[in-house]
């Protein structure tokens, strides 16, 4: 008899302790990526990807990322509309402005407005694992009225640590017609990033030693000014009056990195990496907007010379029929 009672005791000791483990495991999976649906309001399905040092977050509007977290700070611009609605919008088919906001294709105009239209409409998720999750937006009616082509368009985040990895696919499924476009990323940083700091006390400091010079634009449209901005190689300042000409570019752009630091303390705080990018955009809204977007680009605004062409715009990406492109960007908190 006591020995029944014993072995019942056993048993029931280690149901508990299996159902512990597994209970225990389930909580891990759950915050190593949760998947819930959080309602901010009627309209916005939010995702997070968080781990022990960091988390992101995403709608499902544009795919756009909302909250980048890590050491109590809160690293993406909030989208003040009062100021920029923005935060982290993802451009395509085109990067910039048209010519007259409009293009021409096979003997037909189409319009469209700058930035293109991917950062208005709904994705999809397709596809989700612990640390990632993929965003899918494809050709609808709607967009091939002034967009005439058939496209897969695919973001996938990926969190490692402190790095976000943000990945462009766009997959082309026509069997015998050619994809035009141009994409890329319009993340905006908190500048500063903490209380009691100002913006102009940062400094953007390049992988390279070098000294561009950028090019501005008029209205949304380069017209082949330039501008010297560096005091010293590859150490851009951020002085009040940086975004007196708006936005600078570099076509092409000649670096892979750049990392905001802190100059009265010299304590960097985030990385940007965006090696491969034909071009970069460097913006804020105003003198005194406390943001700074950082703009990797396959593709730039139009010139005051383009002849509207689609096809021999400058920096679009073309791609045959049932081909894929890839490319990707990453932002390490420091």
């Known amino acids: 008899m006591k020995n029944s009672l014993k072995l019942m005791f056993r048993s029931f000791w280690l149901s508990c302790l299996l159902l512990g483990c597994i209970s225990n495991q389930k909580q891990k999976n759950e915050i190593a990526f949760d998947t819930s649906i959080l309602k901010v309001n009627e309209k916005d399905d939010i995702y997070k990807l968080i781990n022990n040092e960091c988390s992101a977050t995403f709608k499902i509007k544009g795919a756009e990322m909302i909250s980048l977290k890590a050491n109590n700070i809160e690293y993406i611009w909030f989208g003040d509309p009062e100021v920029w609605s923005g935060q982290a919008p993802i451009l395509f088919p085109i990067v910039g402005r048209l010519k007259d906001h409009e293009y021409l294709f096979k003997g037909q105009t189409y319009t469209m407005k700058q930035h293109g239209f991917a950062r208005d409409n709904n994705f999809k998720v397709v596809a989700k694992t612990d640390n990632s999750i993929t965003f899918e937006q494809i ?17 996938k985040y990926t969190l490692k640590g402190k790095t976000l990895l943000t990945k462009y696919i766009v997959k082309n499924p026509s069997v015998s017609e050619e994809l035009y476009f141009s994409i890329g990323a319009h993340p905006s940083f908190n500048c500063p990033f903490e209380a009691n700091q100002k913006r102009n006390e940062y400094q953007l400091v390049f992988d390279k ?8 634009n008029i209205n949304g449209i380069y017209e082949g000014h330039t501008k010297d901005v560096f005091k010293d190689k590859g150490i851009l300042d951020l002085p009040d009056t940086i975004f007196d000409d708006k936005s600078l570019a570099l076509s092409p752009n000649v ?11 010299k304590k960097p705080y985030l990385s940007v990496n965006f090696k491969g990018f034909p071009f970069l955009g460097i913006w804020s809204i105003s003198n005194t907007s406390p943001f700074i977007c950082i703009e990797p680009w396959y593709g730039i605004a139009d010139r005051k010379y383009q002849n509207k062409d689609f096809t021999k715009k400058e920096g679009v990406q073309k791609l045959n029929p049932q081909s894929t492109f890839e490319t990707s960007f990453s932002i390490s908190i420091l």
């Open 139 to 155: 050709a609808t009616k709607e967009s091939k009225a002034i967009y005439p082509f058939d496209f897969v368009l695919q973001v």
């Open 209 to 216: 030693k070098i000294a561009p010079k950028f090019q501005t």
């Open 255 to 265: 670096f892979s990195k750049v990392t905001f630091v802190h100059k009265p303390t």
